[in-house]
């Protein structure tokens, strides 16, 4: 047997009682139904049945929050992107500097308690070309190094909670290189270079080998 699907629940496990039951063998689907009287009938039925009958189940995701790139959800765990236009903030380290710095456009992604985020250049497209981040703590996959930030489970109504976390946590200098173009070692010395300037200097991201496609498709 290749998978099984109980369809609506004999109180077990808290359900309701089970009233029907899919097995997917590798040739074959075969639903089995239950009684009020305990009598049992099995019957193959086609994947074009099962399509027809699950077509009509609304779907329905909510309200998304603003700049939403894309929304999955996987049983109970949200995933989705969002999209962060370029924006001035007051950055601040564990060593009590603090740094008032125009951030390049970023995308911003979460999946249950982990999160990642790259740089772009433009508002992205499915191939836009992603870029490393110009912060120090995110793993060279993108992924945020939490540390004792205690980040939300990623949702359409707690994302941009998680982004400001974030950005207002205390960097410190682990995970600061390969960030910068010119300041390789550490991304921070670029913080201070560009500290009260309007624009980010866009040639200073670093290219990853993704796209946003990628992001979508859960390839970190």
């Known amino acids: ?3 099984a699907l109980g369809l609506m629940g004999a109180d077990v496990g ?3 009682r089970l ?3 899919l097995d997917l063998f590798s040739e074959a689907i075969v639903m089995t139904r239950y ?3 305990g009598a049992t009938s099995c019957f193959e039925v086609s994947a074009e049945a099962l399509a027809t009958a699950f077509s009509g189940v609304p779907v329905a995701t909510g309200l998304l ?3 939403c790139l894309f929304y999955a959800r996987d049983g109970n765990t949200e995933r989705l992107a969002i999209f962060v236009p370029p924006e001035q903030w007051t950055l601040a ?4 500097e603090v740094y008032d710095v125009p951030l390049p456009p970023l995308i911003w992604s979460g999946c249950g308690r982990k999160y990642h985020i790259w740089a772009v250049k433009q508002r992205p497209g499915e191939r836009e070309r992603l870029f490393h981040a110009p912060f120090p703590n995110v793993y060279p996959d993108g992924r945020v190094c939490v540390g004792n930030v205690k980040f939300p489970a990623c949702s359409a109504s707690t994302i941009h909670q998680a982004l400001e976390l974030f950005l207002q946590s205390e960097f410190n200098e682990d995970l ?4 910068s173009e010119s300041y390789e070692d550490n991304v921070l010395i670029l913080w201070d270079e560009i500290h009260d300037t309007v624009d980010f200097p866009l040639d200073e991201l670093v290219k990853t080998h993704r ?3 990628d992001v979508i498709k859960g390839r970190w």
Request: aromatic share 4%.
């Open 35 to 37: 009684g009020n009287d």
């Open 65 to 67: 929050p603003r700049e």
């Open 93 to 96: 380290t564990a060593d009590g």
């Open 176 to 179: 600061a290189s390969g960030k």
């Open 19 to 21: 009233m029907a039951r």
């Open 14 to 16: 808290g359900y309701q």
């Open 1 to 3: 047997m290749d998978n």
């Open 211 to 213: 796209v946003l496609d």
